[in-house]
């Protein structure tokens, strides 16, 4: 199978620099022009960035300052994250309203074209028919704001851990407002394989796709592996070729999005990461598009 040539998304903590979800301070060291520009340098065409970092910036140098610079730089696809509690009431709500709130805010400004979300499981039962609900309002809701809703599943998710439940739950919604993020590295933690996916999954749900790499086996808890171990594309266990011909067959032509969250990668200069991250993932791409022997059932 023949691979075009890629566009690439950074995705937040891709050029985030020493710092991580859920552990010490929750914005990135760096300025979001030297992010950026970073960025852009190293060939990428597509930005994300945490509610966290958009609001210091929106504080700082506002909002239209920075789609100048997105602009300027040559970024066309510009994803925001990270929203949950969207399904729940009380102070959790309201906080989440808040998230949800910035977030849409800056969608028509920066040219946002979806919201990566999930269901973080904090232990507080929820029901599925629930989830659902709060998707198809939150999925509405995003809409009147020009933007999509992107659901990626997690280990540590209310109901929705594998990509098999994540395509089961977005389709039993249909809000057509709201769709996948299809994550390799939750793929493979998930057990899908990556030969059904063409099969299992709609061209018409998938908003996004994120590529990384891992060991075989979680390290610490799924939480500590997802936020500490992943690889740059091709030096782990998880077949990206097999995995990027499975997502070319559903039929996807958007950017790929590079994810990359480790110990060792947020000690590199942000440079140097963005361009490990993107050598790595082009050379997958070109793995991929070279005849294979067997069928890549691998994840």
């Given amino acids: 199978m023949s691979t075009p040539q890629p566009q690439l998304l950074a995705s937040c903590w891709t050029s985030a620099g020493d710092v991580m979800p859920a552990r010490g301070p929750d914005h990135s060291p760096l300025p979001i022009r030297t992010r950026i520009e970073a960025v852009a340098a190293a060939g990428y065409v597509g930005f994300g960035l945490t509610r966290q970092d958009l609001v210091r910036a929106r504080d700082s140098i506002g909002l239209g300052t920075v789609a100048t610079m997105l602009r300027d730089n040559g970024i066309r696809y510009v994803q925001l994250e990270w929203l949950t509690d969207w399904w729940t009431s009380g102070a959790a709500r309201a906080a989440s309203d808040r998230v949800r709130a910035d977030l849409f805010e800056a969608a028509p400004i920066l040219g946002v074209d979806h919201i990566k979300v999930g269901a973080d499981d904090d232990g507080v039962p929820v029901g599925y028919e629930v989830l659902c609900e709060g998707f198809d309002l939150l999925a509405d809701d995003a809409k009147?704001?020009?933007?999509?809703?992107?659901?990626?599943?997690?280990?540590f998710t209310h109901h929705v851990k594998t990509?098999?439940?994540?395509?089961?739950?977005?389709?039993?919604?249909?809000?057509?407002?709201?769709?996948?993020?299809?994550?390799?590295?939750?793929?493979?933690?998930?057990?899908?394989?990556?030969?059904?996916?063409?099969a299992l999954v709609p061209e018409e749900i998938v908003f996004g796709v994120e590529l990384d790499d891992g060991c075989p086996e979680v390290v610490g808890t799924d939480l500590e592996d997802t936020f500490d171990n992943r690889l740059p594309c091709g030096e782990g266990v998880f077949d990206v070729p097999g995995f990027i011909n499975a997502v070319l067959a559903i039929g996807w032509d958007g950017p790929?999005?590079?994810?990359?969250?480790?110990?060792?990668?947020?000690?590199?200069?942000v440079r140097d990461a963005l361009t490990r991250a993107r050598d790595a993932a082009l050379r997958c791409f070109d793995l991929a598009a070279q005849p294979r022997n067997e069928d890549p059932t691998r994840g």
């Fill in 144 to 155: 009147s704001a020009g933007v999509r809703i992107a659901f990626e599943n997690t280990p």
């Fill in 163 to 198: 990509t098999e439940d994540a395509v089961a739950f977005v389709t039993e919604v249909g809000n057509p407002n709201g769709g996948l993020l299809l994550d390799i590295w939750h793929a493979y933690r998930g057990g899908t394989p990556y030969a059904t996916l063409p």
């Fill in 256 to 269: 790929w999005g590079i994810e990359h969250m480790s110990r060792d990668f947020r000690r590199l200069p």
